[in-house]
C-alpha cells in the first residue's frame, strides 16, 4: 500500500448563484474530497446551500463536454480545436460579406456574468462581430432595473442594493431570497440576515401572488394579482405624498422630477387600484404608514417584477419610493457600493458603459435595443423572417434560450433554420443540439474566478479571489480563450494581419483575464497605482494572500457624486416612463370585467435547481418531482383537477402537460410552474436531466407579451386554461392490428 498525500485545502468562491459564498474545498489524489462552507469568510461567514457540493458533480460530470464537437450526417464528431476555429471564422466572415454584419446574432446566457473570463473577453468578440443582433439573458431578466438604473441615475449599473444588515423595514416584491439566495442583492445566507433584521426589531413584509418561502419566514404576506404591482405601488405612493409631504431630506437637493411625479400618484387612491391588484386599501395604508415610521426602509423588488408586463414601471416606482421617503443613500435604506474593481466609475477600458436606449431598432418587430442589446424576444422572428437582415448564424455562449426565453418552441424551430451555429457551452442541450460546433470551455474549477458584477451588487463592499482548483485539463481552452481566439480570426479574416493587431492579441493572451483584474483592482478605490503612499492598497497579489476575502466594510453613502449623469442629479421623471403610465391605466380601467375562467401563470424557483443547467446532477433533482403546477383548492375543484395527477395547461403559444400539486399557497386565480425544465427534447446528452425532465413554462409564456419600455420578456401573468389531461389512450391488446368495432 502506498501513503497518499495528505488532502490540499482550497478556499474558494462559489460561482454558482450571486450570493458569492466562501467554500472550502478538499482535494485528494487529484479528487474532491469535501465541500464546505468557509467559515473565515467574513462575508459569507461560513453558509452555503445545497448547491455547493455541485461544483464537484458538474466538474466530474461524464455528461460534460470535454472537446470541440461537429454535428455531421452521421452525429457528434471529435473535431481540434484549429480546424473548428478556423472553419467557424471562415464561414461567418464569408456570410457577413455576403449578408452583412447584422446576419450574425449572438446570445449571451447568464453564467457568462458568473465568469471572470467570459466577462473581460465577451465584449471583444462582440466588438469584432460588429453586429445589432446581439441578444443576452438580461432581456429575460433584469434588463428593467438596468434601464431605470441608465434613466435615473446615469449609469445602468447603478442599482440600489438594500442595506440588509442595518435596516428595519423590509418590503419585497416579486423577489424569493430564501429561494433564489438573493439577486441584484448578493446577500450570502440572506436567511440570517432576515432574521437578525427581525430581531432587532425589524420587519419584513413580502408582497407575491404565492405564498413562498420568503413570505413563510415575514412579518406580513400580501397577495397580489400577477402583473398590478405598478399599481400596488403607485398607491403606495400616493398615501406616503399626500399633502404633498416628501420626505426627501439632503436628497431634495439633487433630485429632479418630483412636480411630475406627484400629480401622477393621485391618480391611482389604494381604493382605486384595489379591485386590480387584489390587495385591500387598509393593508396597504398599514404598509405605507409602517415604511414612513422606520428608522431605514427600504422596498426591493426582483424578478416577479421585472419580468412582467410593466418591469420597467415597477423598478421605476421602487426606487421612487426609497427616494421620496428619504432612504436611498442611507445606512438602512438603499445605498450603492463602492467595488473594488469598479465598472462604474473607474477607467472606461475596465468598465460597463453607462447603457444607452433606442439607438437601432430590431429589424421584424421596430423593439429599440438598450445599452446594444435587443430584446431577446424577437430572435425567432429574426431568424424566421425572410429578407434583407435575417439572421442566418447564431453565436451562444454560455446559454440555453430554447428552455429560458419565452416561446421556446419557436426559437427551437428557428434555430434548426441557421446557415451556421456555435455555441460555446459544456453541454449538449436544448438549445446547442442545434449547433454546428459545440465549443466547451475547461472546468469552472480549472480557472480562476473573481466576481466582476456581484460585488458592485453585493449588501457589503468586500472582495476575494479563487485561484484555480485543477490545473486545466490536455488540449482544453478557457472561456475567455475560446472569445479571444474567435474575436482575433474574425478581425484578421476582415482586415488581414496587420502587426498592430498581431501584438494586441498577443498581449492580451498574455495578460488573460487576472493580469487584467490586478490591473482594475489597483486602479480601483482601494488600489495601490495611483496611490503611492498607499503601499498596502488593494492588488491581485493582496487578494492571493487573502484566500477567505477583504471586507472592506458597510456600503456608505455616495450621492451626489456617484451619479454618473453629467448634472449630478437624480432624475425622478424619466419621460419614457413617465409615458408608459398611460398604457398602466388602459391596461386596467374602472369597470373592467374579470376574465371568465382565465388564470394568470407565473413560475417559481427551488433551492436546488438554478435556471435550466442543473438538472443534470443527481443529488439535486433527487426527491419528488419538482416540475409541478401549483393550483389553488377552489380552482381545483371548479375544474375538476386532483393533486398529482396530469393537467393540460394551455397559453396562446403553446400546450404542456404536467402534475398538479393543489395548495392554499397560491393567490385564487393564479397557477404556477417552474423554470428551467423540459428536458424530453431529443438528441440532447444530460442522462440525468432527461429522466427528471419535467415540462418547459416557456413552451407557454409568449414572446408578444413584453414590458412596453425595455422589451424584457413579461413572464409573469401569462393568461392560460388548464384542464385536467385526456387518460392516456388505453394500449392496444397486442396482436391486433385494427381497432376493435
Ligand atoms: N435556487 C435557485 N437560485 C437562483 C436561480 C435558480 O434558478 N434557482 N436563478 C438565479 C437567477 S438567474 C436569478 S435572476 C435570481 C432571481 O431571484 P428572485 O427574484 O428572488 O427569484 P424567484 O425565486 O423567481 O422570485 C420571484 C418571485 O416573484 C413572484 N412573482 C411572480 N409574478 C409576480 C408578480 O406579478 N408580482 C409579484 N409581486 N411577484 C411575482 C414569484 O411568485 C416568486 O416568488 O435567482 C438566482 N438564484
Ligand atoms: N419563464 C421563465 N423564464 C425564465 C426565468 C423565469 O423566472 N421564468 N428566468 C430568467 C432568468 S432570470 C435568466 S438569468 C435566464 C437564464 O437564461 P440562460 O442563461 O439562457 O439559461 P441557463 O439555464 O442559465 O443556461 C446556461 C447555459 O450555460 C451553460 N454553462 C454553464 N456554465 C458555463 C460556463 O462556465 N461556460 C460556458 N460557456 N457555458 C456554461 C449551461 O450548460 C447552459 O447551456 O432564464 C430566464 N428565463
Ligand atoms: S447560495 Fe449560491 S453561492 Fe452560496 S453555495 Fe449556494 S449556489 Fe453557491
Ligand atoms: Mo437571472
Not at 443576452?136 to 440600489?160: N, R, Y
Request: aromatic share 4%; glycine share 8%; proline share 8%.
Amino acid at each position: 500500500m502506498t501513503a497518499s498525500a495528505p488532502p490540499q485545502v482550497h478556499f474558494r468562491t462559489c460561482n454558482l448563484c450571486e450570493a458569492m459564498c466562501g467554500v472550502r474545498i478538499e482535494v485528494a489524489d487529484g479528487r474532491i474530497t469535501s465541500i464546505k462552507g468557509d467559515d473565515a469568510d467574513p462575508f459569507s461567514r461560513g453558509h452555503i446551500c445545497p448547491k455547493a457540493v455541485a461544483l464537484r458533480d458538474l466538474h466530474e460530470d461524464p455528461d460534460r463536454l470535454r472537446h470541440p464537437m461537429k454535428r455531421t450526417a452521421s452525429g457528434w464528431e471529435r473535431v481540434s480545436w484549429e480546424d473548428a476555429f478556423s472553419d467557424i471564422t471562415r464561414r461567418l466572415h464569408a456570410l457577413q460579406q455576403e449578408h452583412g454584419p447584422h446576419t450574425v446574432g449572438a446570445y449571451l446566457g447568464n453564467p457568462n456574468v458568473h465568469n471572470l473570463g467570459a466577462m473581460m473577453f465577451g465584449p471583444g468578440l462582440l466588438r469584432a462581430l460588429r453586429s445589432r443582433n446581439r441578444f443576452s439573458a438580461t432581456s429575460v431578466d433584469q434588463l428593467p432595473h438596468q434601464l431605470v438604473a441608465h434613466f435615473m441615475f446615469g449609469h445602468q449599473l447603478l442599482v440600489p442594493i438594500p442595506d440588509i444588515d442595518r435596516t428595519r423595514y423590509m418590503l419585497m416584491l416579486g423577489a424569493n431570497p430564501l429561494a433564489s439566495n438573493g439577486s441584484l442583492m448578493t446577500t450570502p445566507d440572506v436567511r440570517a440576515r432576515l432574521r437578525s433584521l427581525q430581531e432587532r426589531g425589524g420587519k419584513v413584509v413580502v408582497i407575491d401572488p404565492r405564498r413562498t418561502e420568503t413570505a413563510g419566514i415575514a412579518d406580513q404576506h400580501v397577495f397580489v394579482r400577477p402583473g398590478t404591482d405598478a399599481l400596488a405601488l403607485f398607491s403606495l405612493l400616493h398615501v406616503v405624498l399626500e399633502g404633498n409631504a416628501h420626505r426627501m431630506g439632503r436628497l431634495a437637493a439633487f433630485v429632479d422630477g418630483l412636480d411630475t411625479v406627484v400629480p401622477l400618484v393621485r391618480d391611482f387612491p389604494p381604493e382605486r387600484t384595489a379591485p386590480h391588484t387584489g390587495i385591500a386599501p387598509e393593508v396597504l395604508r398599514g404598509i405605507a404608514r409602517d415604511f414612513l415610521a422606520a428608522e431605514g426602509a427600504v422596498c426591493y423588488g426582483r424578478v416577479g417584477v421585472s419580468t412582467q408586463p410593466f418591469g420597467s414601471l415597477c423598478q421605476w416606482l421602487i426606487n421612487v419610493l426609497n427616494i421620496v421617503t428619504g432612504n436611498l443613500d442611507r445606512e438602512g435604506g438603499a445605498l450603492f457600493t463602492q467595488p473594488a474593481f469598479d465598472l462604474i466609475g473607474g477607467p472606461r477600458a475596465l468598465g460597463v458603459s453607462p447603457g444607452s436606449h433606442g439607438r437601432w431598432k430590431s429589424r421584424v418587430r421596430g423593439l429599440p435595443e438598450s445599452s446594444g442589446e435587443l430584446p431577446v424576444a424577437v430572435l425567432a422572428e429574426e431568424i424566421l423572417t425572410p429578407g434583407d437582415g435575417r439572421i442566418r448564424a447564431l453565436i451562444t455562449v454560455a446559454g440555453n434560450p430554447v428552455l429560458s426565453t419565452p416561446n421556446g418552441t419557436q426559437l427551437d424551430t428557428a434555430l434548426s433554420q441557421l446557415d451556421l451555429m456555435v455555441s460555446v457551452d459544456p453541454y449538449l442541450n436544448e438549445t446547442t443540439r442545434h449547433a454546428h460546433y459545440i465549443l466547451p470551455p475547461a472546468s469552472l474549477l480549472e480557472r480562476g474566478h473573481y466576481d466582476l458584477v456581484f460585488h458592485v451588487l453585493a449588501v457589503r463592499n468586500t472582495a476575494r479571489y479563487s485561484p484555480p482548483v485543477f490545473a486545466p485539463a490536455p488540449d482544453s481552452r478557457q472561456d475567455w480563450e475560446i472569445l479571444l481566439e474567435l474575436q482575433h480570426r474574425l478581425e484578421t479574416l476582415r482586415h488581414g494581419r496587420t502587426a498592430r493587431a498581431t501584438l494586441q492579441y498577443q498581449a492580451l493572451k498574455r495578460l488573460g483575464p487576472e493580469r487584467l483584474l490586478d490591473l482594475g483592482l489597483r486602479m480601483g478605490p482601494y488600489g495601490s497605482r495611483f496611490h503611492p503612499l498607499k503601499k498596502d492598497g488593494l492588488s491581485l497579489a493582496k487578494l492571493r494572500a487573502s484566500p477567505h476575502g477583504i471586507d472592506l466594510g458597510p456600503l456608505k453613502s455616495s450621492l451626489p457624486g456617484r451619479l454618473r449623469h453629467r448634472s449630478k442629479r437624480i432624475q425622478l421623471a424619466p419621460e419614457l416612463l413617465v409615458a408608459d403610465v398611460a398604457r398602466l391605466r388602459a391596461a386596467f380601467p374602472d369597470d373592467a370585467a374579470p376574465r371568465d375562467g382565465e388564470l394568470l401563470l407565473i413560475g417559481r424557483r427551488h433551492l436546488r435547481d438554478n435556471n435550466s443547467w442543473m438538472h443534470n446532477v443527481p443529488g439535486l433533482v433527487k426527491g419528488r418531482p419538482r416540475c409541478t403546477l401549483m393550483v389553488h383548492p377552489d380552482d381545483a375543484s371548479r375544474l375538476g383537477l386532483a393533486d398529482g395527477v396530469d393537467a393540460t395547461i394551455r397559453s396562446r403559444v403553446g400546450e404542456v402537460t404536467v402534475p398538479v400539486a393543489i395548495t392554499a399557497d397560491v393567490m385564487p386565480g393564479v397557477v404556477s410552474l417552474p423554470h428551467g425544465y423540459g428536458h424530453q427534447r431529443s438528441g440532447i446528452r444530460l442522462q440525468v436531466a432527461s429522466a427528471h425532465a419535467g415540462v418547459s413554462i416557456n413552451d407557454l409564456t409568449d414572446e408578444q407579451a413584453l414590458d412596453a419600455v425595455s422589451g424584457n420578456a413579461a413572464f409573469s401573468a401569462t393568461p392560460v386554461r388548464v384542464r385536467p389531461a385526456e387518460p392516456p389512450a388505453p394500449p392496444s391488446p397486442s396482436g391486433s392490428a385494427t381497432p376493435a368495432a
